[in-house]
């Protein structure tokens, strides 16, 4: 199970850090990542993290403004978003999957309900 928070309404150029809780027995050994969701479109990779934590990446589009961490203690994934544009605005889910890196959605079988980010212009 994953369940996101931090979503809601901010101001373009403003923050937002979006959490996801696992409770997941072995969440430390998945490897997770948040794709986001806007309306009428596809579902879309944002940012992915390995199990350890040390290798992450990036779509084009967030790279430079969104960071993607984890902390296996607390069985917690975050995505740190910052100067944030219109364009971001979307729902945003976390999942994971039992390969211990993916960018793929096809990989992921563990999905969050999503949290809605709106950014006004």
């Known amino acids: 199970q994953l369940v996101e928070s931090g979503g809601g309404l901010v101001q373009a150029g403003g923050s937002l850090r979006l959490s996801c809780q696992a409770s997941?027995?072995?969440?430390?050994?998945?490897?997770t990542a948040w794709f986001r969701q806007a309306p009428g479109k596809e579902r879309e990779f944002v940012a992915a993290?390995?199990?350890?934590?040390?290798?992450?990446n990036y779509a084009d589009s967030v790279k430079g403004r969104f960071a993607i961490s984890r902390d296996n203690v607390k069985n917690t994934l975050y995505l740190q978003m910052n100067s944030l544009k219109p364009e971001d605005t979307a729902v945003y889910y976390c999942?994971?999957?039992?390969?211990?890196?993916?960018?793929?959605?096809?990989?992921?079988?563990?999905w969050g309900q999503g949290t809605q980010v709106t950014v006004s212009s």
């Open positions: 993290i390995n199990w350890r934590g040390g290798k992450t």
């Open positions: 999942t994971a999957t039992r390969k211990p890196y993916s960018e793929d959605v096809g990989d992921f079988g563990a």
């Open positions: 997941l027995r072995t969440f430390a050994s998945y490897g």
